[in-house]
């Protein structure tokens, strides 16, 4: 059973969206959908000399979806943000934490929007950013997924702001397939930043998934891998506060694999991306999906993927890990961490 909760902090400036039943089938696709409004982007805490420095998120609940799972059930959830009209460059995280009693899973992308009207990139004056990944809690329980924006301006003398266009959180899928150890296809990339840059660092093959094995009769697999890359990578005695040349260029590419013993059986892949990453933005979101990747009957049903990020052009990079000490709230003292570069895949029969 699948049903939606409005967050008690998500609509203070708009009205209720189209009202959702309280219960629905297990096949049915649950969504709640955004309101449009304003999001604080607050300034940037001055540097304390030879002191700690954290930022100061906003952190604002949107909504929520809540579901019965038992032990062995895996579902799929997503949540769509667009975002716009920044009045100056700020930090923008679409941030989905799954609760339960005794346990969490928490997913975040993100990417800094620029101020309207004042960037050379007006592509990156408007904003998508999509969170989805696979929701494993491994016991009988009822899950409640809340998303929230996360913001801060990038600017230590004035707060900013930028305005939710839409956005939703659904359960896209309430019973995915799982490998046959009972676990689901997914894997993320540990905390940390791995470096990604000239000789000999040019290529990093994260997110990656191993090796799974599905059970057989499945006819197709739809791969999904979002990798999250930071323009400039901070290194002893070099700071990203004055990087020079100021765009990162790579290329992005998902291959997937299908085996037959230890030989490759089968093998297809997402078209490769190249992409100019500037340091204005920093932070970006890369998605890739492999919609209809097909499984042969010859091969074994054992199958691995990863994304090939290759380091082309300008200052380096890293492919960002799992983040900590994010803030449950603005001005909050609990904290928690959540999963950013990761890759799932989801089989199909038919």
Not at 54 to 63: R, S
Not at 117 to 131: D, M, N, P
Request: with cysteine; hydrophobic share 35%; aromatic share 6%.
């Amino acid at each position: 059973m699948a049903i939606v909760i409005p967050s008690s902090t998500a609509f203070d400036d708009a009205g209720p969206s189209t009202p959702v039943p309280a219960a629905a089938p297990a096949d049915a696709v649950v969504r709640y959908d955004f309101a449009p409004r304003r999001i604080l982007a607050p300034r940037t805490p001055k540097a304390v000399p030879g002191g700690s420095w954290k930022p100061d998120h906003e952190v604002v609940a949107l909504g929520s979806v809540e579901l019965e799972m038992s032990t062995r059930q895996t579902a799929h959830v997503v949540s769509v943000m667009r975002a716009s009209s920044a009045t100056y460059r700020s930090l923008f995280d679409n941030e989905v934490r799954c609760r339960w009693p005794g346990g969490e899973q928490n997913f975040v992308t993100g990417q800094n929007i620029l101020q309207e009207g004042a960037s050379s990139e007006r592509e990156k004056e408007e904003v998508q950013l999509t969170t989805r990944f696979l929701l494993h809690p491994g016991v009988a329980t009822t899950v409640t997924c809340t998303a929230y924006v996360r913001a801060a301006a990038l600017r230590e003398d004035l707060d900013a702001q930028f305005r939710l266009d839409s956005g939703r959180i659904e359960v896209a899928d309430t019973s995915v397939d799982n490998t046959t150890t009972g676990a689901p296809a997914q894997s993320a990339v540990p905390r940390g930043l791995l470096h990604v840059g000239p000789a000999p660092r040019m290529i990093a093959r994260e997110p990656v998934l191993r090796s799974v094995t599905f059970a057989p009769g499945f006819t197709h697999l739809s791969i999904v891998a979002d990798t999250q890359y930071q323009a400039c990578y901070p290194q002893k005695d070099r700071h990203c506060d004055a990087p020079a040349p100021t765009a990162s260029t790579a290329t992005f590419t998902l291959y997937v694999t299908q085996w037959k013993g230890n030989e490759v059986c089968h093998k297809d892949r997402a078209t490769g991306e190249l992409r100019e990453m500037s340091y204005a933005v920093h932070r970006h979101h890369v998605p890739l999906h492999l919609p209809n990747f097909t499984i042969r009957a010859d091969c074994d049903p054992r199958f691995s993927a990863y994304v090939m990020v290759k380091w082309v052009d300008g200052m380096d990079g890293g492919v960002q890990g799992a983040v900590e000490d994010l803030t449950a709230s603005r001005g909050s003292t609990s904290t928690h961490s959540a999963d950013m570069s990761h890759i799932f895949m989801i089989p199909h029969k038919g």
